[in-house]
């Protein structure tokens, strides 16, 4: 089974833990401004959105942390391969 990363910004709850996981996981220190997910809140609306730079690597690692289920995986059945 693959994963898949389902994103709801809707609970998103503004507390930054992806980000910095995703920024100590890839640099050497806790820097929202060097990770790959940038949150950023809407002051107009109270909301929060979720971004995802080019860079991303895909691990999933900051959807295993989110408190909210902002982020999170689901199972996918793999895709089967060519000529199968
Ligand atoms: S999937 Fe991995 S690389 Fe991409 S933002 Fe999340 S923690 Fe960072
Ligand atoms: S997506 Fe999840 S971990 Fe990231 S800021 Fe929102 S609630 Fe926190």
Request: aromatic share 6%; proline share 4%; net charge positive.
């Amino acid at each position: 089974m693959a994963k898949e990363l389902v994103i709801n910004p809707q609970r998103c709850i503004g507390c930054t833990t992806c980000a910095l996981t995703c920024s100590i996981t890839y640099g050497e220190d806790f820097n929202l401004n060097r990770a790959f997910v940038q949150i950023l809140k809407d002051d107009r609306k109270g909301l929060f959105s979720i971004a995802f730079s080019s860079a991303c690597k895909g691990c999933k690692k900051c959807a295993e942390v989110c408190p909210s289920g902002a982020l999170r995986t689901i199972e996918v059945a793999d895709k089967p391969k060519e000529g199968q």
